[in-house]
């Protein structure tokens, strides 16, 4: 599986790189916008559902819950400092996504206890698309979550995020890593549509 997580560019907007992300076959997208007023993010918001919606894609939203509820989106993304996952999973209930982010074992363990629906796991490399990045996991890093999940009997999707590119898949895949997140990758390519219809060869080939 690949993720596609919006940014905004010199070149492209956030609508614009969803655009191509979904031209590219890429069928999950979460939207990101970590710098825009509420306002902001409704509007794109309202656009990017129609055209995930239109390609039979998943439409993610980062961080508002409220707005997941309004919009009847598929699900909402929180990180270590939004919302508490148990809190949105009590307000949204049971029928939408809701993935969390970790960095370690014990992030992975308190998102399954809360009823996270998959794991958000990074970064696996330093990144400049995300501030406050939390210590780079590496291929040893997922490795050992993924280990201890196995052993504790935790079952949830993994996707690994940060900095990766399409040669970094293979690799990351055989530690058992159920799929990838990108955004910079995609969008510094010359051909971003291309980009992404290269990362999907990939995980298809590898999963």
């Known amino acids: 599986m690949i993720q596609f997580i919006s940014h905004y560019t010199e070149r492209y907007s956030y609508l614009d790189s969803i655009r191509l992300a979904l031209r590219g076959g890429c069928r999950w997208v979460q939207l990101r916008m970590k710098e825009a007023s509420y306002d902001e993010i409704k509007s794109v918001a309202i656009e990017a559902q129609q055209l995930c919606h239109d390609a039979g894609a998943t439409f993610i939203i980062d961080d508002h819950v409220e707005l997941v509820k309004e919009l009847h989106a598929d699900g909402v993304h929180l990180g270590m400092k939004d919302m508490p996952i148990a809190d949105a999973r009590r307000l949204l209930g049971l029928d939408f996504i809701i993935g969390?982010?970790?960095?370690?074992?014990?992030?992975?363990?308190?998102?399954?206890?809360?009823?996270?629906?998959?794991?958000?796991?990074?970064?696996?490399?330093?990144?400049?698309?995300?501030?406050?990045?939390?210590?780079?996991?590496?291929?040893?890093?997922?490795?050992?979550i993924m280990q201890a999940m196995t052993a504790e009997g935790i079952r949830l999707p993994v996707v690994a995020i940060g900095g990766i590119t399409a040669e970094d898949i293979p690799d990351i895949i055989r530690t058992g890593i159920d799929g990838v997140a990108v955004s910079g990758t995609v969008l510094r390519a010359s051909d971003p549509v291309a980009e992404m219809q290269r990362l999907i060869a990939f995980t298809e080939e590898k999963f």
């Open 100 to 144: 969390g982010t970790a960095n370690t074992i014990d992030d992975v363990r308190l998102h399954y206890t809360a009823g996270a629906s998959y794991i958000g796991c990074g970064p696996f490399r330093f990144t400049t698309t995300k501030k406050g990045l939390a210590p780079v996991l590496g291929l040893e890093g997922y490795h050992d």
